[in-house]
């Protein structure tokens, strides 16, 4: 028997919904915007600066708890200790210290020293001190690498579809990216590269999930178009409900085993993604699609080309309840 998390066919009017949605999801960006001027971001040590040492091991794996524990101990602050390149190595971050250069090198030696202790034939592989205006730096690059990727997104919808789809899918977008800045601001999880990650993974997995309903989208309104907009459109998101909950389901079950047994170096991760899921299949159906409407996308703009015949995305042989009108 095959699971289904939902009927095979729904009638549900979303688009009924649409400025109940429209009007939360303003009020939310805006919270987001308060919170993030008001409180800022936690921002961890990639974007605070700091030091940072590589470690090796003689062939034995780094026990990181041990590790974590005792660096904890020198009362440095935030200290993040992380595997890379093999369970014998490892990367440890120590958060910048009030002060100038002198400070952060006795810093430096006192967590060579308590390594040195804990772990036998300890190698330091590289270290280094990031200063502030390597982090700035950081900061600039991630917000150039997700606004670049939302851009490209904007073209390559529009290219694919018309220009009111590309609207609409970056208009989705940015409602998911600024919400997870406001996620972050009121939860104060820490705020590092890995979430920056995490942001251009949920422009992914966003982005693909509007694609789904815009496929469709398309396809019915060549195939109905003497149809209202509105009755296409509340049609094409029944279409893909069920493949949408099934796919959100099922990476929301993996991410929350991530969060639980993942351990605390990837929390930060699971937590920007999970609640990147949640409000990515919320803004591809409730905002990405009444955008359309909002712009009047008109069905002649899609009609001009008659090659359907000729486009692999039209799927023609799936049944559906308007042939039996």
Same mark, same amino acid.
């Given at each position: 028997?095959?699971?289904?998390?939902?009927?095979?066919?729904?009638?549900?009017?979303?688009?009924?919904?649409?400025?109940?949605?429209?009007?939360?999801?303003?009020?939310?960006?805006?919270?987001?915007?308060? @919170?993030?001027? %008001?409180?800022?971001?936690? /921002? &961890?040590?990639?974007? =605070?600066?700091? #030091?940072?040492? !590589?470690?090796?091991?003689?062939?034995?794996?780094?026990?990181?708890?041990?590790?974590?524990?005792?660096?904890?101990?020198?009362? @440095?602050?935030? %200290?993040?200790?992380?595997? /890379? &390149?093999?369970?014998? =190595?490892?990367? #440890?971050?120590? !958060?910048?210290?009030?002060?100038?250069?002198e400070e952060?090198?006795?810093?430096?030696?006192?967590?060579?020293?308590?390594?040195?202790?804990?772990?036998?034939?300890?190698?330091?592989?590289?270290?280094?001190?990031?200063?502030?205006?390597?982090?700035?730096?950081?900061?600039?690059?991630?917000?150039?690498?997700?606004?670049?990727?939302?851009?490209?997104?904007?073209?390559?919808?529009?290219?694919?579809?018309?220009?009111?789809?590309?609207?609409?899918?970056?208009?989705?977008?940015?409602?998911?990216?600024?919400?997870?800045?406001?996620?972050?601001?009121?939860?104060?999880?820490?705020?590092?590269?890995?979430?920056?990650?995490?942001?251009?993974?949920?422009?992914?997995?966003?982005?693909?999930?509007?694609?789904?309903?815009?496929?469709?989208?398309?396809?019915?309104?060549?195939?109905?178009?003497?149809?209202?907009?509105?009755?296409?459109?509340?049609?094409?998101?029944?279409?893909?409900?069920?493949?949408?909950?099934?796919?959100?389901?099922?990476?929301?079950?993996?991410?929350?085993?991530?969060?639980?047994?993942?351990?605390?170096?990837?929390?930060?991760?699971?937590?920007?993604?999970?609640?990147?899921?949640v409000i990515?299949t919320y803004?591809?159906?409730?905002?990405?699609?009444?955008?359309?409407?909002?712009?009047?996308?008109?069905?002649?703009?899609?009609?001009?080309?008659?090659?359907?015949?000729?486009?692999?995305?039209?799927?023609?042989?799936?049944?559906?309840?308007?042939?039996?009108?």
């Amino acid at each position: 028997m095959l699971l289904r998390l939902v009927p095979q066919k729904t009638e549900i009017n979303f688009l009924g919904f649409r400025k109940i949605a429209i009007a939360l999801s303003a009020l939310l960006i805006v919270a987001s915007m308060a @919170l993030f001027a %008001i409180n800022s971001l936690n /921002y &961890g040590i990639d974007f =605070k600066g700091g #030091i940072k040492l !590589e470690i090796g091991t003689q062939g034995e794996p780094v026990d990181f708890d041990t590790v974590r524990s005792s660096l904890n101990g020198l009362n @440095l602050g935030e %200290i993040a200790v992380q595997g /890379y &390149g093999g369970p014998d =190595k490892a990367l #440890i971050r120590v !958060e910048r210290q009030p002060g100038g250069n002198e400070e952060q090198n006795a810093a430096m030696e006192q967590v060579r020293q308590k390594l040195s202790e804990i772990i036998e034939g300890v190698e330091f592989r590289d270290q280094a001190v990031i200063g502030p205006k390597v982090s700035g730096e950081l900061k600039q690059d991630g917000t150039i690498a997700v606004s670049v990727a939302v851009l490209l997104v904007l073209v390559y919808i529009w290219f694919r579809f018309e220009w009111q789809f590309g609207l609409g899918a970056v208009i989705a977008l940015v409602h998911d990216v600024l919400l997870t800045i406001g996620f972050f601001a009121i939860t104060r999880l820490e705020f590092n590269l890995s979430i920056i990650a995490a942001l251009l993974t949920i422009v992914g997995y966003s982005l693909n999930d509007t694609v789904v309903v815009y496929d469709r989208v398309r396809e019915n309104i060549r195939k109905y178009r003497k149809k209202p907009m509105e009755e296409v459109l509340n049609f094409s998101l029944n279409q893909t409900l069920s493949r949408t909950v099934m796919t959100s389901v099922t990476t929301l079950l993996a991410l929350v085993a991530l969060y639980v047994f993942g351990g605390p170096v990837i929390q930060g991760f699971t937590a920007a993604m999970i609640w990147g899921v949640v409000i990515g299949t919320y803004s591809s159906i409730f905002i990405a699609s009444p955008v359309l409407l909002i712009f009047k996308l008109r069905p002649e703009a899609l009609l001009r080309d008659e090659s359907d015949d000729n486009d692999p995305t039209v799927d023609k042989s799936r049944p559906t309840p308007f042939d039996q009108m």
